[in-house]
């Protein structure tokens, strides 16, 4: 059973946004921790930013700083990632992410989170 599903990925250029949906299928997904991550092709993946609980903190990659905002609406158990002022470097394959454990080591990479999604995939071209 897939619990957390992608959607809203898609080509577009640079300079453009994309807004990515993260649906859960998990009853609790208010109790969870959220985070979207990305890996490009040939490099490992990588933390992009993440959302406590309550969407009460939020806390980004340097790379999205100021580009990128995560949020959720708890009733509807969907998180988002908004993206603007993309560039080519920000194509990847996007994921999403739930965990238990603080929202502040969810960019630790070697941690374990609880579930993940399929990925969709984000190109940007020049």
């Known amino acids: 059973q897939k619990r957390l599903v992608e959607s809203g990925g898609g080509s577009v250029q640079g300079g453009g946004s994309l807004r990515l949906s993260c649906t859960a299928s998990?009853?609790?997904?208010?109790?969870?921790?959220m985070g979207w991550f990305r890996q490009a092709p040939g490099k490992e993946r990588e933390f992009v930013a993440a959302i406590s609980t309550a969407g009460g903190i939020t806390l980004y990659g340097e790379s999205v700083k100021g580009r990128f905002t995560i949020s959720r609406d708890n009733a509807k158990l969907t998180g988002y990632l908004q993206m603007n002022s993309l560039k080519p470097e920000d194509t990847a394959i996007y994921y999403c992410a739930v965990a238990t454990f603080p929202v502040q080591a969810m960019s630790n990479m070697g941690r374990p989170k609880d579930y993940w999604g399929q990925g969709t995939q984000v190109t940007v071209s020049p």
């Open positions: 998990l009853s609790t997904f208010s109790s969870y921790n």
